[in-house]
């Protein structure tokens, strides 16, 4: 069986939140939001919840990280070529969202870059040649 991931993420503004995730694919399942919460669905597998502060408190004790000034997480997620990495990110950067705020890792077999969205949280996407790669490391 397949486990399916939930990312929670704390946000500011839900609707904005929304219409960002929308702009770089994303899909709205509607089963699992109301006024303090929206479910987007990234792939089969991934999920990004979208929480208000409000309600993201009543899962934690801890203070909500402002992820515009200090590092909480980093996700990254694969796409299927280096052209799909470039897209994503183009598409987050119209959105509104801040492109490549680490820097753009191009190894050959490797290819990777990154975006924050409304609320600073860093997502990564990178391409990789399995069989490039085991070669690559083999010799090392």
């Not at 939001?33 to 919840?49: R, W, Y």
């Amino acid at each position: 069986m397949s486990r399916l991931i939930f990312v929670n993420f704390p946000v500011r503004d839900l609707d904005k939140s929304i219409s960002f995730y929308e702009a770089i694919g994303a899909r709205k399942n509607d089963m699992f939001c109301d006024e303090t919460a929206a479910c987007m669905v990234l792939s089969d597998v991934i999920h990004v919840m979208l929480i208000t502060h409000d309600k993201f408190r009543q899962f934690t004790p801890k203070n909500i990280a402002d992820a515009h000034t200090v590092s909480e997480v980093l996700v990254c997620v694969s796409a299927s070529d280096k052209q799909e990495v470039d897209q994503l990110v183009s598409k987050a950067a119209s959105a509104g969202g801040k492109a490549d705020p680490s820097a753009v890792q191009d190894y050959g077999f490797m290819y990777g870059r990154s975006f924050e969205d409304l609320d600073g949280h860093i997502w990564e996407v990178m391409w990789m040649d399995m069989e490039a790669a085991k070669q690559a490391m083999a010799k090392d």
